[in-house]
């Protein structure tokens, strides 16, 4: 292979789903590091292979950076599956710079077609969020992630491997419906912060490796956005951001470029445990809110997560470090009735409703996040034993993915009873030493674990189909599954400003205990300018309010 077509592998990259070979593990297992660094060796041969059937596609170069001696792809060495790679890319600059190292310095450039697609998303040629504003100026792009999925196609013939055009076609079902609401001024304009914007979905012909054959073609399948077996080649794939040219899949080999994002949240808490430290519980809670809050938008468009964990949950880069990102959508299902949850899922967070009674439901997203928020309280879960997880692979960013469940029972005695969340109180390490705050923490979570609880059992038997469109309906029980928590969190901080409406009842008599015996309120400050705050308000167009 030309050298100016090799990669750049560097094992420090961390993946939205592992980390990298690290000094830790070489100065351990001798025999452990010797095994991982085959696997990396072997990993950036099937990489170079990859990569060389790419740079033959003439529209990949002009738009990619691939050219010189050393060209700036930089590939994470760990990946969900022997088939994906993620990469980070730079575009084609328009005034290149002569030296590599300014271009690193800069770390931004600028590509007419991807500031084009940007322009349709959002009307204007810069991140929507105000939080977001200053990380990109209008003359420049972000530094993107390329995901690639690279199937041999005698490994082609059964769905589960096809993840990558899923992951697409359900960004682009989000990021068209917002668009639509956006020129019909229907919707806030930083309502899709946390979702990275799709730029370009790439299926390559032309290799003998990845392409159907013609005679069996019909025989390829994938799951559809309903969750079925579908024929792969049956619904043509339209182009992200704009233009008619749909095409029908025709290979196993695909890529999707999106906006780059920052560290994943299992790669900021295994650097935790390696210290002896876990998250605290403002930092948790934050993540929660903004957990809750991209699932309410998710949700809004009729979209059920499916597998949230860990894993798919990655912070933004730069000014953008604490707005928490959704980064994988592979197992992503439209809600309808006709719905069905793909069968591979990440046993340790997976809602036990989703596989006890085969429902997918927006309600079984919200119960895994907050299993994701207890992980990140704890650093384990309370069924990691069952799972045979030891305290070294808890600390490890990987999960286990499986078919059937070993943790339904277990977690249906977590909902049972409020011992679980006893145990969980006495397990937290707490930012208060004096005990006033401290009870004041428990009443917090004590409450959260009630509303989730409450909120799951009523919310189960709403029908799909009516869910998702009530989502913004003042009153609603849908509306509110999500603001009854979001209220109970931002009463465990301290706001300059705060609607009244975002305040809980309860939450707010013990708030006005608390201050009568300490008249100086020393709650943790939520600081609008460092950490990302979510105004999610309701349908302008539902005047009437609901029952909840």
């Known amino acids: 292979m030309a050298s100016r077509q090799s990669s750049v592998l560097r094992p420090e990259r961390l993946s939205m789903w592992s980390t990298g070979l690290d000094q830790e593990s070489l100065s351990g297992d001798i025999a452990v590091a010797t095994n991982r660094l085959e696997k990396l060796a072997k990993r950036e041969?099937?990489?170079?292979?990859?990569?060389?059937?790419?740079?033959?596609?003439?529209?990949?170069?002009?738009?990619?950076?691939?050219?010189?001696?050393?060209?700036?792809?930089?590939?994470?060495?760990?990946?969900?599956?022997?088939?994906?790679?993620?990469?980070?890319?730079?575009?084609?600059?328009?005034?290149?710079?002569?030296?590599l190292a300014e271009k690193q310095a800069e770390e931004l450039t600028f590509h007419q077609a991807f500031e084009e697609v940007i322009e349709r998303y959002t009307n204007e040629r810069r991140k929507p969020n105000p939080v977001l504003q200053e990380t990109r100026s209008s003359?420049?792009?972000?530094?993107?992630?390329?995901?690639?999925?690279?199937?041999?196609?005698?490994?082609?013939?059964?769905?589960?491997?096809?993840?990558?055009?899923?992951?697409?076609?359900?960004?682009?079902?989000?990021?068209?419906?917002?668009?639509?609401?956006?020129?019909?001024?229907?919707?806030?304009?930083?309502?899709?912060?946390?979702?990275?914007?799709?730029?370009?979905f790439k299926n390559l012909i032309g290799s003998s490796n990845y392409?159907?054959?013609?005679?069996?073609?019909?025989?390829?399948?994938?799951?559809?956005?309903?969750?079925?077996?579908?024929?792969?080649?049956?619904?043509?794939?339209?182009p992200a951001g704009f233009g008619t040219d749909a095409k029908n899949m025709m290979s196993s080999f695909s890529y999707l470029s999106v906006e780059k994002t920052g560290p994943s949240v299992p790669y900021l808490m295994q650097l935790m445990v390696r210290q002896g430290r876990k998250f605290s519980l403002?930092?948790?809670?934050?993540?929660?809110?903004?957990?809750?809050?991209?699932?309410?938008?998710?949700?809004?468009?009729?979209?059920?997560?499916?597998?949230?964990?860990?894993?798919?949950?990655?912070?933004?880069?730069?000014?953008?470090?604490?707005v928490l990102y959704i980064t994988s959508f592979d197992k992503a299902v439209l809600g309808?009735?006709?719905?069905?949850?793909?069968?591979?899922?990440?046993?340790?967070?997976?809602?036990?409703?989703?596989?006890?009674?085969?429902?997918?439901?927006?309600?079984?997203?919200?119960?895994?996040?907050?299993?994701?928020?207890?992980?990140?309280?704890?650093?384990?879960?309370?069924?990691?034993s069952r799972l045979q997880l030891d305290s070294k692979s808890v600390s490890q960013p990987c999960d286990v993915i499986a078919e059937k469940s070993r943790t339904i029972d277990m977690k249906e005695k977590f909902w049972s009873s409020n011992d679980s969340i006893h145990m969980i109180t006495k397990r937290v390490t707490y930012e208060f030493s004096e005990g006033l705050y401290t009870n004041f923490s428990i009443d917090i979570l004590e409450s959260l674990f009630a509303k989730m609880r409450e909120n799951m059992a009523t919310c189960i038997n709403i029908?799909?189909?009516?869910?998702?469109?009530?989502?913004?309906?003042?009153?609603?029980?849908?509306?509110?599954?999500?603001f009854s928590i979001r209220k109970i969190i931002a009463s465990y901080f301290?706001?300059?400003?705060?609607?009244?409406?975002?305040?809980?009842?309860?939450c707010a008599s013990k708030l006005e205990m608390l201050t009568k015996q300490d008249r100086h309120d020393k709650r943790c400050?939520?600081?609008?300018?460092?950490?990302?705050?979510?105004?999610?308000?309701?349908?302008?167009?539902?005047?009437?309010?609901?029952a909840a």
């Open 45 to 99: 041969e099937t990489f170079k292979e990859v990569f060389s059937v790419m740079t033959q596609h003439s529209d990949f170069s002009t738009k990619y950076d691939v050219s010189g001696e050393n060209p700036l792809i930089y590939v994470y060495t760990s990946q969900p599956d022997e088939y994906s790679f993620i990469t980070e890319v730079f575009p084609v600059v328009k005034d290149k710079p002569t030296r």
């Open 139 to 200: 003359d420049f792009c972000y530094q993107l992630i390329l995901k690639i999925e690279a199937i041999p196609v005698g490994n082609a013939r059964f769905p589960e491997p096809f993840k990558l055009v899923r992951e697409f076609k359900i960004l682009q079902h989000i990021w068209e419906n917002y668009r639509t609401e956006m020129l019909a001024r229907k919707t806030s304009p930083d309502q899709l912060v946390g979702f990275p914007m799709p730029f370009e």
């Open 211 to 238: 392409d159907f054959p013609k005679m069996e073609i019909d025989g390829f399948h994938y799951y559809n956005l309903n969750g079925k077996s579908d024929g792969i080649c049956r619904h043509p794939i339209s």
């Open 282 to 322: 403002s930092t948790a809670l934050k993540i929660l809110d903004q957990l809750i809050s991209r699932l309410m938008i998710l949700h809004k468009y009729g979209v059920v997560h499916c597998d949230v964990n860990p894993g798919c949950l990655s912070f933004g880069c730069r000014e953008a470090m604490n």
């Open 336 to 384: 309808t009735q006709q719905s069905s949850p793909i069968h591979l899922f990440h046993d340790r967070f997976v809602a036990y409703s989703q596989v006890k009674d085969k429902k997918c439901h927006y309600v079984c997203d919200l119960e895994s996040a907050f299993y994701v928020f207890v992980y990140c309280l704890l650093n384990r879960l309370p069924w990691d």
């Open 463 to 482: 029908p799909v189909t009516n869910y998702f469109k009530e989502i913004f309906v003042p009153g609603s029980a849908p509306y509110n599954c999500y």
């Open 494 to 506: 301290r706001f300059e400003i705060l609607n009244q409406s975002m305040k809980d009842v309860t």
């Open 525 to 546: 400050a939520w600081d609008l300018s460092y950490w990302c705050w979510n105004f999610l308000d309701a349908d302008p167009d539902k005047k009437r309010l609901r």
